[in-house]
C-alpha cells in the first residue's frame, strides 16, 4: 500500500472511530479491542493503531501500558474545564460566524437544522447527539477559523461523550438552535454571541455541580 493511501485509510478509520464515540457507539471506559474494530471496520491493525494515537491527542482515547486502548473516561474536574473552554470560545465562533454569514452557510446550516429536527423527532438518542455536535461544527466552519475549528471539533465530541445526566432536553436544545441560526442569518454578532453563552451555560453549570460534588475522579482501566 502506497503511503498516500495509507494515509487516506488512516484517515477514514479514525474519523469513523470519532463518530463511533460521538454517538455512544463506543463509549467512554470501553476498551478498543484491535482484533474486533479490524474485522468490523475492515481494516488491518496499522491503520486501526495509527488513528489511536491520534485520538489519543484529542483526549478521546487513553493509551494505557500493557492494557491497550480504552475511550477516554473524564473526571469531573476535566469535564467542567472543558466546558469553560467551550464556554469561551464557542461564543467566539457564533460572533464571527454572524460577520461571515452568506448564501452558503444559510445553506449549510439550514440543511443542519433540519436533520436535527429530524434527530429529534426520532427520539434516537445517538440521532441527536450527531445532529447537535453537527450544528454547533457548521458555525464554527462558517465562521472560517481554521485553529478554532480544529481545537473545538474533539473538545465537543469528548464533553458531549462524557456529560451522561448533563444533557438538557432535545427539543429545548433544537429550540436555541432556531434561535441561533436567526441571529446569524440577521448577521448580528452581539446577539449570537449572548444566545451562544446562553446555550453552553446550562451544562457548564451542572458539569461544575458535579465536580463540587465528586472532586476528581479517579478511573482505573
Request: aromatic fraction near 4%.
Amino acid at each position: 500500500m502506497s503511503e498516500s493511501r495509507f494515509e487516506d485509510l488512516a484517515e477514514q478509520v479514525y474519523r469513523t472511530l470519532r463518530d463511533m464515540i460521538l454517538t455512544g457507539d463506543l463509549v467512554p471506559g470501553q476498551k478498543l479491542v484491535q482484533q474486533a474494530l479490524s474485522e468490523r471496520l475492515g481494516v488491518s491493525r496499522t491503520p486501526l493503531l495509527a488513528s489511536f494515537s491520534k485520538l489519543e491527542k484529542e483526549m478521546l482515547v487513553e493509551l494505557v501500558p500493557r492494557r491497550g486502548a480504552f475511550v477516554k473516561i473524564l473526571s469531573a474536574t476535566e469535564l467542567l474545564q472543558l466546558y469553560e473552554i467551550r464556554l469561551r470560545l464557542e461564543p467566539l465562533g457564533a460572533s464571527e460566524a454572524a460577520i461571515r454569514m452568506d448564501a452558503a452557510g444559510e445553506r449549510l446550516l439550514n440543511s443542519v437544522l433540519e436533520i436535527h429536527r429530524e434527530a429529534v423527532a426520532s427520539g434516537i438518542a445517538a440521532k441527536v447527539r450527531l445532529a447537535d455536535y453537527r450544528f454547533h461544527m457548521a458555525i464554527v466552519s462558517i465562521a472560517h477559523n481554521p485553529i478554532l475549528e480544529r481545537i473545538l471539533s474533539s473538545f465537543a465530541i469528548v464533553s458531549k461523550s462524557n456529560q451522561s445526566g448533563l444533557m438538557k432536553p432535545a427539543p429545548k436544545s433544537l429550540a436555541e438552535h432556531e434561535a441561533l441560526k436567526a441571529a446569524l442569518f440577521a448577521h448580528d454578532q452581539a446577539l449570537a454571541e449572548k444566545l451562544m453563552l446562553e446555550h453552553l451555560v446550562e451544562a457548564r453549570d451542572a458539569a461544575a455541580r458535579l465536580a463540587e460534588r465528586a472532586g476528581t475522579i479517579r478511573v482505573e482501566y
